[in-house]
Nanobody, 123 residues
């Protein structure tokens, strides 16, 4: 049974940090590219960061470059998103996704999704 389980979300003040984790099981994690998406009510799901299966290739949306870092530990079947200097506009439900199709920026390229974790940035 395939599972992606996110954790690490919560309430944080502007300027604060959070580290999201996504634990994978039920498939060969090391063979899949991974991404973090986010979604706010009324808007489409948005790609935040991408990492290739080997961990060497990463991509970010412009608004998070220099503040967010995606990484993975294939030995632990886990992908992470370190989020620093958080801003209120980063408030969303964050999802991890696994897939190997192109383009990496399209949600339809991903086979597996987690249930999401809420991140709220507010004072």
């Amino acid at each position: 049974q395939v599972q992606l389980v996110e954790s690490g979300g919560g309430l944080v003040q502007p300027g604060g940090s959070l580290r999201l984790s996504c634990a994978a099981s039920g498939f060969t994690f090391s063979r899949f590219a991974m991404s973090w998406y986010r979604q706010v009510p009324g808007k489409e799901r948005e790609l935040v960061a991408f990492i290739g299966s080997g961990g060497s290739g990463t991509k970010y949306i412009d608004s998070v470059k220099g503040r967010f870092t995606i990484s993975r530990d294939n030995a632990k079947n886990t992908v992470y998103l370190q989020m620093n200097n958080l801003k209120p506009e980063n408030t969303a439900v964050y999802y991890c996704a696994a897939g190997n199709r192109s383009p990496y920026s399209s949600p339809s390229s991903y086979d597996y999704w987690g249930q999401g974790t809420q991140v709220t940035v507010s004072s």
